[in-house]
């Protein structure tokens, strides 16, 4: 059932690129307009950019869930886990969790993207019949999934937020991003070992596009069910160090080792660039 899934979901991801894109590869949206049909710029503000895509491919998303009889039930609260909860019609113990993600091309590494947080690691995650911040418990859920969104920015200097336009200078009007690249993976592929943001209890992702794209994150050999065992312990199992002290493990390396597994199923990030084929 969660191959099925999959599989309906990234053929569908497929036709969301003529969706949201001009011919010339540029987002369709171009600003927002009043009554007074003035139309003003986006910021390139990347959380502001992932709301209004999220608004602008809602649409497509309700005809994915009917086509293949779901029910889509939306997150109740803004720091609710996921963004979109995918519920069989006809047997409600079907459910898959499907986040949005949004991240750009780092514009002097392009292979490389500034990655994006995979949930929490907190409560939910560690209790899975926990309803905290949560839409279903996180173990009622047969997948959890990303759809994603890797895109240029454009140059500051192209975009003036401050400025507004008339309806006739629509298509003068600059797109905030361009060159968009979906994906579809269940998050524990393309996750690392580092938390994702600060002081949060979030998870983050591998950069490396290509890596994101075919689900080749660190525990992506290891599998699942390592991916869980490590993001439930993270910074809590206490180790000696080197040097006659104590340490808490916030690496695979040391989680693998402490563990007795097999060091040769870590996925190592990969942030270099590729190397050109010989001509």
């Given at each position: 059932?969660?191959?099925?899934?999959e599989?309906?979901?990234?053929?569908?991801?497929?036709?969301l690129?003529?969706?949201?894109?001009t011919?010339?590869?540029?987002?369709?949206?171009k600003?927002f307009?009043?009554v007074?049909?003035?139309?003003y710029t986006?910021?390139?503000?990347?959380?502001?950019?992932?709301?209004?895509?999220e608004?602008?491919?809602?649409?497509?998303i309700?005809?994915?869930?009917?086509?293949?009889g779901y029910k889509?039930?939306?997150?109740?609260?803004?720091n609710?886990?996921?963004?979109i909860s995918?519920?069989k019609k006809?047997?409600?113990?079907?459910?898959f969790a499907?986040?949005?993600k949004?991240?750009?091309?780092?514009?002097?590494?392009?292979?490389?993207?500034?990655?994006f947080?995979?949930?929490?690691?907190?409560?939910?995650f560690?209790?899975?019949?926990s309803?905290?911040?949560i839409?279903f418990?996180?173990g009622?859920?047969?997948g959890h999934?990303c759809?994603?969104?890797?895109?240029?920015?454009?140059?500051?200097?192209?975009?003036n937020?401050?400025?507004?336009?008339?309806?006739r200078?629509?298509?003068?009007i600059?797109s905030v991003?361009?060159g968009?690249q979906?994906?579809?993976?269940?998050?524990?592929?393309i996750?690392?070992?580092k938390?994702g943001?600060?002081?949060?209890?979030n998870i983050?992702?591998i950069?490396?596009?290509?890596?994101?794209?075919?689900?080749n994150?660190?525990?992506?050999?290891?599998?699942?069910?390592?991916?869980?065992?490590?993001?439930m312990?993270?910074?809590?199992i206490?180790?000696?160090n080197?040097?006659?002290g104590t340490?808490?493990?916030?690496?695979l390396?040391?989680?693998?080792?402490?563990?007795k597994?097999?060091?040769?199923?870590?996925?190592l990030?990969?942030?270099?660039?590729p190397?050109?084929?010989?001509?």
């Amino acid at each position: 059932m969660k191959e099925e899934f999959e599989c309906q979901l990234k053929e569908f991801v497929q036709s969301l690129q003529a969706y949201i894109s001009t011919n010339d590869g540029q987002w369709t949206i171009k600003g927002f307009i009043d009554v007074f049909q003035n139309i003003y710029t986006i910021s390139s503000d990347t959380k502001i950019i992932s709301k209004i895509l999220e608004i602008h491919l809602f649409p497509k998303i309700m005809e994915f869930a009917q086509m293949y009889g779901y029910k889509v039930v939306l997150a109740e609260h803004q720091n609710y886990y996921p963004d979109i909860s995918f519920v069989k019609k006809d047997n409600e113990k079907v459910k898959f969790a499907v986040d949005f993600k949004t991240t750009y091309r780092n514009s002097k590494k392009p292979f490389l993207c500034n990655g994006f947080t995979l949930g929490s690691h907190g409560k939910y995650f560690e209790d899975r019949m926990s309803t905290k911040n949560i839409q279903f418990p996180y173990g009622d859920y047969m997948g959890h999934f990303c759809l994603g969104i890797i895109y240029d920015r454009t140059k500051s200097d192209s975009i003036n937020e401050t400025k507004s336009y008339k309806m006739r200078e629509l298509y003068s009007i600059s797109s905030v991003m361009s060159g968009f690249q979906f994906f579809v993976t269940e998050k524990w592929k393309i996750a690392s070992d580092k938390s994702g943001s600060g002081n949060t209890a979030n998870i983050g992702s591998i950069k490396n596009i290509s890596d994101i794209i075919n689900g080749n994150g660190v525990f992506s050999k290891l599998g699942e069910s390592w991916f869980d065992d490590y993001w439930m312990n993270y910074n809590k199992i206490i180790i000696s160090n080197n040097k006659g002290g104590t340490k808490k493990i916030i690496s695979l390396n040391d989680f693998v080792e402490y563990r007795k597994g097999d060091h040769s199923l870590i996925v190592l990030k990969n942030n270099k660039s590729p190397k050109k084929a010989d001509k």
